[in-house]
């Protein structure tokens, strides 16, 4: 039996009315605009610091690199690593017995060359006496003159060979050139050096691990604010609870450029009076290039607050700084960037954002200094309350201006 059709039109009714109330219900929830409510961040006094941060490697201020001049065998070793060498001491030796040899024959040489010159002097004298007497010609009297000044020559020469093998059997001893430490060391006994084409390095020494110095790299778009004698907190991984301190010495004009990344060194001269520093550790150094004691801060947050969409702006009431008459913290009016921040204007409802202008100085990355439009104890809105996308909106710096009224 087929249904009524009266009673097919009830149920079909029902179901139009039931589909239109939720329509409407959830319209009404999608559509509905909660009222924008505000954080705020009060401006207060404090302490405020810029730094410029980098990594850089610990050196001594001066090392020495002790090479020898000749080839040969190490046959004694007399420091090791850590050990500690006085200027002119005795360091290492190369085996002499080739050298030895070369003096002796140089001396053998010397001793027949010399021989040979008396023997050119007696004939020189005894041909100068009959030249005189006229018993022997001029020509034979010009040949034992020159013969006596060849021979007198090769004296000279064999004297110099002696003198160059002297010497090289002095280099066979390797003496410490400075006081200080050795850092480290490239033989052992019994390995064969040469010096044929560059000087072999037998030792590195430290003159002074008292004094050591940072070889930072420091960006290009952070060297600008960093001169010599600014004062600079580190540290090292070996003692993470301990700040170091040391001083700007020298910021060198020579880039390096590592992955399109320009970097200058900076020299940073550190004392290392107990020793706890060592060469080659890694610095993690904080560059103050500016302080201020007592300056007005306020949050960065509040600085990159932008109003979210829906939000009340009074963009008639900008308030800049020719309009105010808040004083200067800090000397040199008319410095630093001008940013704008915003206040709640009064008990509105909903709330109204006023816009206030302000000259900012250095920030820390967390707070920025106010030289001049806000005062002590000043609250000015920083993000928005319980809406993620204006949330989102509020904190974006690029995020659109102000929306009209």
Known sequence: ???????????????????????????????????????????????????????????????????????????????????????????????????????????????????????????????????????????DYDISLATLHQAEAMVKIKQALLDNAKASLSYTKIYSPVDGVVISRSVDVGQTVAASFSTPTLFNIAKDLTKMQIDAAVSEADVGGVSEGQAVDFTVDAYPTRTFHGVVTQVRNSPTTVNNVVTYDTVIGVTNSDYKLKPGMTANVAIIIARRENAIKLQNVALRFRPPEGAVVLTNQLISLSQTNAPVLVKGKGKGNIRTVYFLAGDARPPALRPVQVRVGITDGIATEIIEGLKDGDKVVSGVVNNDSAAAASSNPFGGGFPRR
């Open 1 to 139: 039996m087929s249904e009524k059709p009266s009673t097919r039109w009830k149920w079909i009714v029902t179901v139009v009315v039931i589909a239109a109330v939720a329509g409407g219900y959830f319209y009404y929830r999608r559509n509905r605009t909660e009222p924008l409510a505000f954080n705020t961040a009060a401006a207060a006094r404090g302490e405020l610091t810029a730094t410029v941060t980098a990594t850089g490697i610990l050196n001594p201020v001066k090392s020495v690199l002790v090479g020898c001049q000749v080839s040969g065998t190490i046959s004694a070793l007399y420091v090791d690593y850590n050990s500690q060498v006085k200027a002119g001491d005795l360091i290492a030796e190369i085996d002499q017995r080739v050298y030895l040899a070369q003096v002796e024959q140089a001396e053998a040489d010397l001793a027949n060359s010399t021989a040979n010159l008396e023997l050119q002097r007696v004939q020189a004298r005894r041909s100068a006496e009959l030249f005189a007497s006229k018993l022997v010609s001029g020509s």
